[in-house]
């Protein structure tokens, strides 16, 4: 997700002085929300649905500007993640965890060198986090993070492990999820954005779900951080399905943006994306909403005008499927408008507990679409 970000952020430095007046109209908020559905056909069949809210600014998640600091000053910490998913790290199996990953030091030589110095990183903050979220964590190991392992993202960014990391494990007790998400969501998020609706609810309402989990990350960065707070859900088993109903694995009839965004035009700041990995190459067939107009700049589906809703995908056949749904001037969208086949299916609204997808709605993904972006 991060690389989105920084492409998005490039973007909209670059592009802002190409575009005419009018399409200076269209803002992008600090704060985004996205819901996000997997769906893996290809591997392990299973369907992951997530609701993550975003910003770079400590108004809209609370973080003291203090602990911010901190952690950015020190140079070596990739990401702070609190987080009940199930065993976060090897030897952890019951126990929720507080994760400080740092970049190793070619310089430390030994696995003492190297867990020395990590704690010691560790234990400067901890004690910060602990206050700030309400946490009592205390520490249970380091893991280095072994060459040529594959990264775990923990549903939030590739930056957060993978090779060349270290994590300062520290543990606490697992609080089941809908209670620790109440909580957590309660300390972060400002009245106005909890009151506003939109992805939260949706999140507050998956929290009580089986298979339910949450992370919580802070991902500094040279001049801010980013905060992110996810709420996610796996659906073990779903594969080979061609009717894509997304709203069927975030639990809702109806996918509603958050009237934080009401008092101007911010587009993209509500996106919804769905990826699907299938065992064999298909193409998307019959889709209930409109499809977006669109150019390729740089290689990629660019919208010519964001007031209007619908889908784009790109691309729209072969072994992945890659939809992006723009709510344009919209505010809400509803399940029978978010169906599509793949292949020879054919919509019928009586096949509605039909379904397959992988929707990743990533709040960050939004402003990906300022390249090229011309409003008719």
Known sequence: MYKIIILIVIIGFSFFGLIDVHAQEVKLATFQETAQVFFDQLISGNVTASITLQSTSNQEIRIPSELEQKIRENERIIAVILTNEEQCVLGVQDDACILINISRVESEKG?????????????????????????????????????????????????????????????????????????????????????????????????????????????????????????????????????????????????KRSNYFSDDFYPLNSILLVVILLSEATSVNEVNANIVPSQVVGGEKIPTDLTVDGWIFDPESGNKIDGKYLFGEKFSVSKNELLFTLGSAQLNDSSLLVIIIIVILAGGAAAFYLKGYKKG
């Open 111 to 255: 696995i003492f060198a190297i867990q020395d110095s990590a704690k010691e990183i560790g234990n400067s903050i901890i004690d910060d986090v602990n206050r700030v979220l309400d946490t009592n964590a205390e520490f249970h190991s380091v893991y280095i993070i072994p060459v040529g392992e594959a990264t775990r993202e923990l549903e939030t960014s590739g930056v957060v492990s993978g090779k060349g990391t270290v994590s300062i494990v520290y543990t606490l007790p697992k609080e089941d999820t809908y209670s620790m998400y109440e909580k957590i969501s309660t300390i972060l998020i400002p009245s106005v954005i909890r009151e506003s609706g939109g992805f939260y609810d949706i999140a507050r309402k998956l929290s009580s779900e089986d298979n339910a989990a949450m992370t919580f990350s802070i991902l500094p960065r040279e001049n801010s951080s980013l905060y992110q707070l996810k709420l996610s859900v796996d659906y073990p088993g779903f594969s080979n399905y061609d009717l894509i109903s997304p709203l069927e694995f975030l639990k809702t009839d109806e996918l």
